[in-house]
Each structure stands twice: as C-alpha cells, then as structure tokens.
C-alpha cells in the first residue's frame, strides 16, 4: 500500500497542467548553493535528523530550482518538459531520502509521522507545478 502510494505521488508530480500561466520571479541565489542545500537537507532527510522547517526549506528551494529549469529554455513545451523533468528527479531524491528515513524509524509512530511529511511535502510540490506556477 505504501508503494503504491509513493509512485502514485511521483507520478503526480511528474505531470504538468498548461492550463494556467503565472508569472513568478525567482530569487538570485545561485543554482550550486540551491543544490548543496538541498543536498545537504536531503542527507538530514535520510538521516532522520530533519523536521518541518526544514521540508519548508526544501519545497521553497526545489521550487526555486523548477522555475530556474523552466527559464531557461525559451519555448513554452521545452520550459514545461524540463520542468517536469526537473520536478521528477528532486521528487525521486526526496522519496529516496524518506525512504531511508521511514526505514529507520525507531518505532511505528515516528514512521507515520515521517510518511505524512513526506506526503505534504510532496503534495506542495506538486500543487505548485499543477497550479503551473513556474511558467513566465
């Protein structure tokens, strides 16, 4: 059931919805410090170590790098293909980094509740790439 659950929400955010363009500005932070965070709050993921600010942190970051993908590429279907793409693999890490987090849960409470996190952290991203808030 679990499984099922997780590639369903990968699957998810893999899709894009065209139907609605908004303009969103991203800050100047450059595209190697986002990764490193991200990578770093990844590790605390998969560690066990994180909390909720720090899945705050990641889902504003890894939106940050879907609108940074997104403009790069100049035509509409290449912005909303790399996005995507983009969208699937820090989805894919995130789900690597829970899964190791719910593995090592030290009882099943502590399992559950990183499994909601994970939800919810996966549920914005993907409200955010449906809603196409990364397209310009």
């Known amino acids: 059931m679990t499984k099922l659950a997780v590639v369903a929400i990968v699957l998810l955010a893999s899709t894009v919805s065209q139907s609605q363009r908004i303009i969103r500005e991203t800050p100047t932070r450059s595209t190697d410090e986002n990764a490193a965070v991200i990578g770093d709050i990844l590790q605390k993921i998969s560690s066990g170590d994180s909390n909720a600010k720090d899945d705050a942190k990641l889902v504003e970051l890894i939106k940050q790098e879907i609108v940074r993908t997104a403009e790069e590429i100049k035509t509409p279907t290449g912005s909303i293909d790399a996005a995507a793409k983009k969208a699937q693999k820090l989805v894919s890490?995130?789900?690597?980094?829970?899964?190791n987090a719910i593995y090592k849960s030290k009882s099943p409470e502590d399992g559950r509740e990183n499994f909601t996190r994970f939800q919810n952290t996966v549920q914005a991203i993907v409200e955010f790439i449906k809603n196409g808030q990364f397209l310009a």
């Open 93 to 99: 890490e995130l789900t690597s980094a829970y899964t």
